[in-house]
C-alpha cells in the first residue's frame, strides 16, 4: 500500500504559478504509475496528467498540455505537478493517485488505486 499526502495548493491571479507536491510513503514508490486529477464544484474528476514508474514517458490533457508539468523524484517519494499560466478554469481540488497498472498511459481514474486528500487550487480572474 502507498499513502499519499498533497500540498501546494492555494490562491493565484490568473496568469500566475502553483507547484503542487503530492509525498508517498513507503519503499516502493517507483512501482506506481502517478497521476494528478482534478474535480471542480458540480463537476466530474478529471485526468490532468500521468507520468510513468521511472519519469521517462508523461501525458497530459488537452487542456493544461504546454502549461502544466509533471515530474517524480523517487528518491524522494514525491510527485510534482507546476502549473503555469494558470486559469479560473483551472480551480478544482487536485489529486494525486498512484497506479499499479502496466498500461502504458493511464488516464482513468478507476485505474488508480490509492488516492490522496486533495489539495484546493483557486485562480481568481
Known amino acids: 500500500q502507498v499513502q499519499l499526502v498533497e500540498s501546494g495548493g492555494g490562491l493565484v491571479q490568473a496568469g500566475g504559478s502553483l507547484r503542487l507536491s503530492c509525498a508517498a510513503s513507503?519503499?516502493?514508490?517507483?512501482?506506481?504509475?502517478m497521476g494528478w486529477f482534478r474535480q471542480a464544484p458540480g463537476k466530474e474528476r478529471e485526468f490532468v496528467a500521468t507520468?510513468?514508474?521511472?519519469?521517462?514517458?508523461?501525458y497530459y490533457a488537452d487542456s493544461v498540455k504546454g502549461r502544466f508539468t509533471i515530474s517524480r523524484d523517487n528518491a524522494k517519494n514525491t510527485v510534482y505537478l507546476q502549473m503555469n499560466s494558470l486559469k479560473p478554469e483551472d480551480t478544482a481540488v487536485y489529486y494525486c493517485?498512484?497506479?499499479?497498472?502496466?498500461?502504458?498511459?493511464?488516464?482513468?481514474?478507476?485505474?488508480?488505486?490509492?488516492w490522496g486528500q486533495g489539495t484546493q487550487v483557486t485562480v481568481s480572474s
Open positions: 493517485a498512484a497506479s499499479l497498472s502496466r498500461t502504458a498511459v493511464i488516464i482513468n481514474h478507476w485505474e488508480y488505486a490509492y
Open positions: 507520468i510513468s514508474r521511472g519519469g521517462g514517458s508523461t
Open positions: 513507503g519503499r516502493t514508490f517507483s512501482s506506481y504509475a
